[in-house]
């Protein structure tokens, strides 16, 4: 069985002030590691796609790097409307019987103080 | 362009009734993914739909829960004899081919059960 273990639950930060956020997977054949932002009341909103061991992204402010075990968000000089929710999801392969959609954390809640 | 739209967004029943919420994919997107995501958690899967065919029920919680996408389009969630325990957000989610591609999620609906 896929799990997503996400470490801090929540984080609060002073503007300007870096850190990671950290995602611990458990995977069959992973197809995929992907993270998504999510503000209160509304549907997670992609931000990043990662494939293989090794391989880093970056989006403005974010960086999202890969290992086999786990996935790092990075957060450079963060803004207060950087505040949100961060989840880590994965997408397994048949071989270990996962289910078809995301296997998703619970998330880091972020708070990026003024 | 157009995203993943939802409705309704809230929706409030009785212990016992019949529910049914509606997901608009984004045009064109081959795919289409159910989530059920409870206060402070993670989403979680529901069921997964390509084209018209449902090809994973896995997560759905119990028969009370049936989807259906009948023209591989617009998909429908239906809770029968609702219970408290049903109460969570909704989520829609459409990606353009496989179960493998990006996927993007509609706002939700929040259901709440008295």
């Known amino acids: 069985e896929d799990q997503v273990t996400q470490s801090p639950e929540a984080l609060r930060l002073q503007e300007g002030e870096s850190s990671s956020l950290n995602c611990s997977y458990t995977?069959?054949?992973?197809?995929?590691l992907f993270w998504y932002r999510q503000d209160p009341g509304k549907g997670p909103e992609f931000l990043f796609t990662?494939?293989?061991a090794g391989e880093e992204k970056e989006k403005e402010r974010l960086k999202a790097t890969l290992t086999k075990k786990e996935s790092f968000l990075h957060i450079t000089a963060p803004k207060p409307e950087d505040s949100a929710t961060y989840l880590c999801?994965?997408?397994?392969?048949?071989?270990?019987?996962?289910?078809?959609?995301?296997?998703f954390g619970k998330g880091t809640h972020l708070i990026i103080q003024p | 362009g157009a995203g993943v739209s939802q409705s309704p967004r809230y929706k409030v029943a009785k212990r016992g009734q019949d529910v049914a919420l509606r997901c608009d994919p984004i045009?064109?997107?081959?795919?289409l993914f159910w989530y059920q995501q409870a206060l402070g958690q993670g989403p979680e899967f529901l069921t997964y739909?390509?084209?018209?065919?449902?090809?994973?029920k896995s997560g759905l919680p119990s028969d009370r829960f049936f989807a259906e996408r009948p023209e591989g389009s617009v998909s429908t969630l239906k809770i029968q004899r609702t219970q408290q325990e049903d109460s969570a957000v909704y989520l829609c989610a459409s990606s353009l081919g496989g179960r493998t591609d990006t996927q993007y999620f509609g706002p939700g609906t929040r259901l709440t059960v008295l």
């Open positions: 739909f390509q084209n018209e065919a449902q090809l994973d």
């Open positions: 999801a994965v997408q397994g392969g048949y071989s270990g019987g996962g289910a078809d959609g995301l296997t």
């Open positions: 045009s064109g997107h081959v795919s």
């Open positions: 990662l494939y293989s």
């Open positions: 995977v069959s054949g992973l197809r995929g």
